[in-house]
């Protein structure tokens, strides 16, 4: 699926976790793609946080999107996390999302370690609205802010099944801390204007929004060339 897509030039495979450090300790990689479920994979990324912690940029994937398990996974040195396929139908959207990563994200998770900011990227399938809110509460619960919890787990919920429907792209889930509070966004790759509806009209499109408007400090929209990113803020 990698090698098929339009980011990544040359893709190189491994038979096991021997083999791919011998490959990368030859050099000219610039990324390693790792199942963490496979024997010696966690090794292979200690191994590789290690002794490359500049050079090589590497993306896991797990089945396991429990928001607290991500983020031991990025304290372990992985720079992104994508969830596992759980079909062959849902591969061609996990590799776009690895190659939107690539292309967008390189450089930008900040250290391993930090906590203060949370990304998951997700394919365009209905498992990923029901993957976003559920790490959202425990990712809420583990800063210790459960009251803000349902908030937005409700709101995230609502700009990710925007992105799901419309944009039919891969989403990548951002959380950060602000000084006041939490900003989320939706990262997809539909540019395009989206309205607040009005929460009066049952069914009236952009209802999820006007919820959003109701709930949240403060909402938006970014617009840039490779899509848009909608978000919003809680402030405690």
Known sequence: MLAAGTVFGAVRTAADAGTALEELRDGG??????DLSLPGARDLVDTVHASMPDGVAVVALSLDTDAGSVLQTYEEGVTCFVRTPRNVGEWASTARAIEQFWLRRTGALGPAGTTWVFELPLGA??????????????????????????????????????????????????ASRTPEG???????????????????????????????????????????????????????
């Open 125 to 174: 399938t209905a498992n990923s609205v029901r993957d976003a809110r559920r790490s959202m509460r425990r990712l809420f619960e583990s800063w210790g802010l459960a009251s803000l919890a349902e908030t937005a787990e409700l709101c995230t919920s609502e700009i990710a099944t925007n992105a799901v429907l419309h944009a039919h792209s891969p989403v990548l889930l951002i």
């Open 182 to 236: 939490v900003r989320i966004e939706v990262q997809d790759e539909a540019p395009g204007v989206v309205h607040a509806g009005s929460l009066e009209t049952a069914g009236e499109r952009g209802r999820g929004l006007a919820l959003v408007n109701a709930l949240a400090s403060s909402w938006g929209v970014d617009q840039d060339d490779g899509g848009k990113s909608v978000w919003f803020e809680l402030h405690t």
């Open 29 to 34: 990689a610039d990324v390693l793609v790792v």
